[in-house]
């Protein structure tokens, strides 16, 4: 295989699942603050 | 409580992973090389589904933007949609620059050129970075929300622009190739349809990405508006509490001045 083709695959693929990771990361924090809080994850906000 | 994730998220987020692993196998090992490219070919299984993303994220966060600065639809749900989506877009074009610059060092002998679409791409990137760091700055929600959406309208010109560079200008990079039936390269059979499932994973990763950041920046919101609040309650509450000991002081110091003038006797009648 290419070295550049190797190289693009592993970023692109490294990339999106880091970013993936942090959303689920940042999902469960922000879910576990809110349970804290006793703030309704589920409802609408309505400002 | 944690917030509730639709089955519909659920099935694109598995359809999506069937996909990717799909462009993987077709696009790294199955897909033969290209008569003239070689095993550079394979680039274009990622390269063009990423940059359609990115233009599917600004397209998104544009028509969001505008239902968010119209009286009519105007809705928090708008304004946190077009976040979500610039934020997934900026990801991609991101992607969609250091793919074609991996692309470009063996093709024209370069990383980088100031190309007009590599040059409008890149500007793109910086316009919506500049997006999001526009959704930090502190104050007011509605305000900021507000500034956000012009912002966001006028970086999507940008879109545009990309698009029509390569017809518009004299450019390095190549002219549309499966929707351009006047272009010498065409691309067939399973190569063309390894493309295909690569712009439907693509996608799907897309609306994954979007839908699961939309529900961490509702949580996220609720939480600045819970956390205001109580600053506000608390703010209330110590200025009822400097109300009180100031009308007390006031109080205490009228009847003594009031008694001051009536004379020592009667200032005892008020301390007592």
């Not at chain 1, 550049?4 to 603050?33: D, M, N, P």
């Not at chain 2, 998220?9 to 696009?27: E, K």
């Not at chain 2, 550079?40 to 599917?56: D, E, K, N, T």
């Not at chain 2, 990763?205 to 529900?215: A, Q």
């Amino acid at each position: 295989m290419n070295a550049y083709v190797e190289a693009a695959y592993l970023i692109t693929f490294g990339s999106i699942g880091s970013y993936t990771a942090w959303i689920l990361y940042k999902s469960h924090s922000v879910s576990k603050l809110a349970q804290e809080l006793k703030i309704d994850s589920n409802s609408e906000s309505k400002s | 409580m944690k917030p509730k994730k639709s089955p519909v998220i659920r099935v694109i987020g598995f359809l999506a992973l069937i996909f990717i692993g799909a462009t993987l196998v077709l696009g790294l090992k199955i897909t033969p090389p290209d008569a003239i490219q070689g095993q550079m070919v394979r680039i274009i299984y990622i390269h063009p589904p990423l940059a359609w993303v990115a233009f599917l994220a600004y397209g998104t966060t544009a028509i969001a933007s505008g239902l968010y600065l119209w009286k009519r639809t105007r809705a928090r749900i708008w304004d946190q949609l077009s976040g979500a989506s610039a934020e997934v877009g900026v990801v991609f074009t991101g992607l969609t620059l250091v793919t074609g610059s991996i692309w470009g060092r063996p093709t024209w002998g370069v990383w980088w050129t100031w190309d007009p679409l590599l040059t409008a791409t890149a500007l793109l990137f910086v316009l919506y970075l500049g997006y999001l760091a526009l959704r930090k700055l502190p104050g007011d929600i509605n305000q900021r929300s507000k500034r956000s959406a012009i912002a966001a309208l006028i970086a999507f010109i940008d879109v545009p622009i990309v698009q029509m560079s390569v017809l518009w200008w004299h450019s390095l990079h190549q002219k549309p190739t499966v929707f351009n039936p006047g272009q010498p390269a065409q691309i067939h059979g399973i190569m063309a349809d390894t493309l295909l499932i690569g712009f439907i994973a693509f996608t799907l990763v897309w609306l994954w990405l979007l839908f699961t950041r939309l529900g961490v920046i509702k949580l996220e919101e609720k939480i600045e508006l819970y956390g205001l609040e109580v600053a506000l309650r608390e703010r209330r509450g110590e200025v009822n509490k400097d109300l009180v000991e100031t009308s007390q002081d006031s109080h205490s110091k009228t009847s003594l001045s009031t008694s001051s003038k009536q004379g020592p006797d009667s200032q005892v009648l008020v301390q007592k």
